[in-house]
């Protein structure tokens, strides 16, 4: 990973011609050089380094520059600009990477000790500002990286659990279950670099949400190292001993203390899979077929649905959704499991879509989706390139509120960007109640993109927070997110945050300014 | 309902023939008389009566003795054994009725003030002592009774949601709901008295949760009166919005709070439904059965399991098990919804049991236990009248634990009782991961039966958590379980309680003694 890309500085691929052709049709070319910034002086007094590698060992904690840098904010957008820029005043002092629970226990007494902030890293991929800490008033600033606590601790086949290190990425968790014949099923788009620790700490959600549910649904047991010790929890799949503590830590960003264990509902790796496409004459008709389905029991285990503009968009590249007519809005819908499951659910499925007035497009729509399901952040990095900025922003609400909050948003951000950004959205999750949304923005950079990014973000949370949707619906709090928190759970919402967060952690030493109003 | 039995007094019936010659079989007819006992002096000062009449109407504030009576404890056994003792010690000073959110806040200002203990009160059926709060300290202790809370405030047919008031007994939200042409689905055998308030408090889960879900996988949205103000939470189906906090006033059982609406997810009233029984050679095949449906993702709406001696006790009433053979366990499975999808999914279930070895018994069982779902409290009252004591304790855990559990638990039962006792068991809850247990106990309640009793729930508790499993599923924390709480979620766990309750109550008015360890 670089710190001004995603991925491997490798995957970095210049954009395809015809996107060149659209992004010159609809911005003109802005080529944009990268300046690599000069690291600040890492602040940490010799004598706490030193203490830091009595604890670990020497050999991790890190401090050569290559390594900060690595280790420097996330991947929004705003990152990546200002890491392009050179920008690498938030790099931390050191890094150090912990070997076990006790470990990562024996570091935080480190920290409590020494008041060094401390910044939970596991893929570093954080869209919403959530390892961009505070360091003022503090020894120094350490990223405690997660990347050495990877190993599959139990498979418990009866009960169908797995225990898992929170280092572990995606790939590397699914390689290890499926030496198991087992899957988790979690697949966001930052699923290649993204850890088992993150998807617990941000709560989660895969593109197969509405098969194997959000990450915080999979959760059945974690284990807590605090800066007050240890929390373990997890003692049944469900439990009326008082208020599901898990729900508390899932969501905590850091904050509340560092994951490191959890344990997952685990499923036997499907022996078939299949993903097809649907026309909709309307995103309302197919957003109406998506409510059908989550409330009569029939979902698939993948389904998505691009409104007019991003299905527009994406027929623009007849490549990457096979044999799709022009026109109307695409579904993607893919069902995972036993063949004879699988036909039947298919049958069922294919049978509402039908009769609601869906067009199926067979599987090409579904293959191009596969092959590009990881791709969006890589782009997003060679638009930059190219002078254009893309942001994602999300959201979910309930059924009855969805219309008013895609219009409302997409207001929000085309009265704030000008008529010319290009404003798309899909559904990406379905529940019985509601869904969620999820926006991909695109404008010209521009000379100074981030005070207008900045504006007409704020102005797409407030029109969410208006129409009572949640601020976000898997992307997290981190410190993008905070002053519409607030807004969402209430000044006591925000009160109760604090007191977990002053029992948990009294000195504040983690992840200081990430998600606690 | 009258303090010493479930249910209307007009309910109380003698114990059925054969039961009663199976009872005096094992051991032997006792006939109880019942104290009606004096209620203490109402110990509030009268200006305080005074001042609270100015807050909900003089009619509000009611201290007369027999609706005192009626809010004294709750009714697991110990609280009936003491009722029907005449013991009336924890009796409230004065019951209040407040009509709506505003009032329930205006009294917990009132009881802030002055210090006065409140009791929150719905259907009165908690079976842990989660009315028995501490009085000491206070300047009185009030029992914030919510019958008047009784309205349906909005359905949402779209989302699928319905906004309920706390004091809607379950009949009472189900022909409300009725009316709608929808259901929740919530059936607890408590569900003739019990309120909406209730199975958010205590996170209940009822007989059909394989189909419909636990009460807290159906809230979506809650509404708070704190000593400290309004919390209203709930703006999307899921989210990653930091914490759910929503998870932690489900299961708060009046210790953070007074839940004064609840928003949960409704379904269409089942156009069908079929309840049949199967029997299984043994319970360790019919677990192996219902997790096989679990992890297939085949579950029925209903599906319950016997033990070989909860199975022959009930077979012991032939009436209400219709054809059943001798032998084995009795396993119940329902299925409700369209006649389409309950065809499926029957054809479905029944191809899975068939494979595993169960008998297919016909709709007789099912119908006799639809017959009987809610009666076993009031069967237990009759027990008492002859001299036997039945209590229930539950519990759940991952599958790979589940037989240990069975045998850890009945073998403490049995140590501590004596081999007199009978100790029956069902599966009652199914998950993915695991299941729930839950125990009958019946022994002769002899002089004195609640110390011995305490002596055989407590080695039933320790049992418990010693095999890893939860110390409730669904019957919640309230007194009686507070020593195993902190066992299950640690020291720290327990630390976080007492620092949202310190947060949110911070003189700590709110079921002192209840919940939070």
Redesign the interface.
Known sequence: MHPTRWGAPSSATPLPAAARDLVELAFGLDEQPTVLGALPTSGLAADLVASLRAVVGPEHVLDDDETRRLRTRGKSTPDLVRARAGDLTDAPDVVVRPGDHEQVAAVLAWAVEHHVAVVPFGGGTSVTGGLVARREGYAGLVSLDLVRLKRLLDV?R????ATLEPGLRGPEAEALLAAEGLTLGHYPQSFEHATIGGFAA????GQSSAGYG?F?ALV?GLRVA?P??????G???????????R???????GAFGVITAVTV?V?RRPATATYEGWRWPSFDAGAEAM?TLA???LLPSVIRLSDEDETALNLAHPDEVGAAPAGGCLMIVGHE?EPD?VA?RRA?VTGVLEGLGGTPLGEGPGAAWVHGRFDAPYLRDSMLDVGVLVETLE???????RAALHAAVKQALTASLGADAIVLCHVS?V??????LYFTVATRAGADPLPRWRAAKAAASDAIVAA??????????GTD?KPW?TR??????A??????K???DPTGILNPGV?VP
Not at 228 to 233: N, Q, T, Y
Not at 237 to 243: E, H
Not at 395 to 401: E, G
Not at 468 to 477: L, Q, R, S, W, Y
């Open positions: 418990d009866v009960s169908m659990t941000t709560r989660s959600s959000r915080d059945v605090t007050r010790g240890e929390v373990a929890l003692s049944a799949p469900a439990s009326a001993a008082g208020p599901d503590l729900q508390l830590f899932l969501g905590s960003e509902r499923r409510r409330q009569a029991g499991g499951v039947a069922a959201t979910a609400t309930f059924w009855s509120r999750h529940y019985e109640t509601g869904c969620s009572g949707a949640t601020i976000t619906h898997h992307h997290a709090v997110h928190l969402e759970i209430g000044e006591l919402g009160s109760v945050l604090r007191a977990v002053a029992d948990l998600l």
